[in-house]
């Protein structure tokens, strides 16, 4: 096995007591910064429709990126739904805008510095002290914190009922775009 591979099961391990929340829970109310640092309400949202909700990692993860330019390439069809789209990372809003101009999002890109959210949704975990010899988080995280959020997507209804929830310990596999649409499709049928 190789030394990546190896650094990539401690940092899966370190993230498998992370449950984060499930389908059914209410989802938790939170305002937070956007790229321009404006506040943006998931419960004024809401108030439009479906929200979905990425939690992800940062403006400097491949994967995240790879998973933020799908939704981006399918946004069109997700607002058919009448559906909006949040990322939240934490990172400063600042490296939010870096994530929204490098990957050409038209969604809002939050900012999650003290992690308040991340934890509200029970997704803060720490990847470990090998992690934490190869990668400064302090240094990456808006207050500084070595914690990260396991990657995860929930699909809120109006409500702010959980309709649907993927967290993964691995960071590599992430609750695809065809998963998302078949989602919205049953809720607009039920609705």
Not at 23 to 50: Q, R, Y
Not at 56 to 84: H, T
Request: proline residues 4%.
């Amino acid at each position: 096995m190789s030394e990546l591979q190896d650094f990539q099961k401690l940092v899966i391990a370190n993230a498998s007591q992370v449950k984060g929340l499930a389908k059914g829970d209410k989802a938790p109310d939170f305002t937070l910064p956007n790229a321009m640092g404006n506040d943006v309400s998931l419960s004024e949202m809401l108030k439009t429709g479906i929200v979905i909700i990425k939690f992800y990692r940062g403006e400097w993860c491949p994967i995240c990126n790879l998973d933020l330019r799908e939704v981006q390439n399918n946004l069109s069809e997700i607002k058919l739904f009448g559906a909006s789209f949040l990322a939240i990372s934490p990172q400063k809003p600042d490296d939010a805008l870096t994530a929204k101009e490098k990957n050409n999002l038209d969604f809002e890109v939050l900012s999650d510095a003290s992690q308040k959210v991340i934890k509200a949704y029970n997704l803060q975990f720490d990847p470990g002290e090998d992690y934490h010899s190869r990668r400064d988080l302090t240094l990456l995280n808006g207050n500084g914190l070595k914690t990260l959020p396991v990657p995860a997507t929930f699909i809120i209804n109006t409500n702010q009922i959980i309709e649907a929830a993927h967290v993964e310990a691995n960071y590599t596999e992430r609750m695809g775009v065809s998963e998302i649409l078949e989602t919205l499709k049953v809720l607009v049928k039920k609705s």
